[in-house]
């Protein structure tokens, strides 16, 4: 079996393929030119988008050669979901978002050396397509009973689907078709929810061609309750630090589940079998320690955001709960903190609110008797600072920055306010 094929496969990585051994033997004959496509359906690739990066990652490390697909008309359409009709964003909006999105994902591959990776954008070979050189040359391989027997599209029939939508599976298997004529491109994966698009494409070639090339499907990683990994209450985990901050971004992962840690670390680090045995040994025997969830949330977020915003999130994390100086932290991390700590805003006039005032605002107690009774009993903080004066106000040297105040009450309680002037 193929070395990268079997790191796959132990990684969990190989949900669906269209044939597991022939793939093996084909990645272990030599370079092979593979691609992975991701649409501008939204300003920046999400964690999902991010399981298709590390296949790519991990097979550029075996010496294969990425073609990273942006789609500049395929998320002019916009795959078919189950819940309903899109709406189709403008031409300007998806060419601005085609742009961020080839920013991204140019971090994470090579584009230097014998392996090179290469940006490839399928309005390069659509736009100039006549519509009748498309149903001729296209849409003569694509029987329709096949295309209305797939799921999606079956879910979709009761309450209607556009033409659209339905001929979104022909643009996304010319993708293929183009890319091995010119690129001898053999292998497309992707997610599992696309694996009826992609095995379109397979057939494409072996219709339109006669060609034999490969597929893979990663699977659709989810949560212990079941749930879409990913998400948060207030929303997706985003790979842009302006949608989901590195501080956010490194808190969901160090807060991950300890029967989904190590399926994650399999995902999403690039540490040694060894080392991740040992990881899931501590799990098992040392779970309080979580020395997973720690190793998993630093390399994602060292590898998506930066080795510095680690560090940062990390010194956050410690300052929030008492553990060094909340003063010595950046205005940008602590902005940070406090939007994720979803820190009401008061107004700044004239005199500053009082500390009981302060510590019911921010939420680390329900009342304002509970703030005095929190204050007698020496669990009320300002700042890391304990609270021993109820009747105290802020002054404002207690402002970090000019305008964030940070709460806790007890050890693990931690809440923020922001002032605004007026």
């Known amino acids: 079996m193929s070395a990268v094929f079997d790191e796959l496969t132990w990684r969990g990585l190989v949900a669906n393929s ?18 992975v496509g991701f649409d501008p359906t939204a300003p920046s690739l999400h964690m999902g988008n991010l399981v298709q990066l590390m296949v790519a990652r991990a097979l550029q490390r075996a010496g294969h050669r990425p073609l990273l697909l942006v789609g500049g008309s395929t998320g002019l359409i916009g795959d078919p979901k189950a819940a309903g009709e899109r709406v189709l964003n403008s031409k300007e909006t998806v060419a601005g978002w085609v742009g961020t999105i080839q920013r991204q994902v140019e971090r994470f591959l090579d584009f230097d050396g014998p392996s090179a990776a290469r940006l ?29 027997a797939r799921e999606v599209v079956k879910a979709r029939l009761e309450e209607g689907i556009s033409y659209t939508e339905f001929s979104y599976v022909l643009l996304q298997s010319m993708d293929y078709l183009q890319l091995h004529r010119t690129y001898g491109c053999t292998l497309q994966f992707g997610g599992s929810d696309q694996w009826g698009n992609i095995t379109a494409g397979v057939e494409l070639l072996r219709r339109s061609d006669g060609q034999h090339v490969h597929a893979l499907a990663t699977p659709l990683l989810t949560k212990a309750d079941g749930t879409k990994f990913g998400k948060t209450e207030s929303g997706t ?38 080392d991740i045995d040992e990881l899931e040994h501590q799990v098992v025997e040392a779970p309080h320690l979580r020395a997973a969830q720690r190793a998993l949330a630093d390399d994602i977020t060292a590898l998506v955001h930066s080795p510095a915003e680690r560090d940062a999130a990390v010194a956050a994390a410690a300052a929030l709960f008492g553990r060094s100086d909340l003063d010595q932290l950046p205005e940008s991390t602590l902005a940070s903190v406090v939007a994720e700590l979803a820190a009401p805003v008061l107004p700044v006039g004239g005199e500053l609110p009082g500390v009981v005032e302060v510590l019911e605002a921010s939420g680390v107690v329900p009342s304002r008797s509970a703030a005095r009774r929190s204050i007698a009993e ?4 300002l700042n890391n600072n304990r609270v021993v004066d109820p009747d105290a106000r802020l002054v404002q040297g207690d402002l970090l920055h000019g305008r964030f105040v940070i709460t806790r009450r007890g050890k693990r309680t931690v809440g923020a306010v922001s002032f605004e002037r007026g």
Request: overall charge negative; charged content about 20%.
């Open 18 to 35: 269209t044939d597991g051994a022939a793939l093996a033997q084909h990645l272990e004959a030599g370079p092979v030119t593979f691609y």
């Open 237 to 274: 985990v985003w790979l842009d630090p302006a949608m989901t901050s590195p501080y956010a971004f490194h808190q969901f992962f160090l807060h991950a589940e300890d029967t989904k840690v190590i399926e994650y670390l399999k995902v999403f680090s690039e540490r040694s079998r060894a």
């Open 378 to 381: 020496g669990g009320a903080y």
């Open 120 to 148: 490839v954008n399928n309005l390069d070979w659509t736009s100039g397509m006549s519509v009748l050189d498309f149903l001729r040359d296209i849409g003569k391989h694509f029987p329709v009973n096949r295309m209305l």
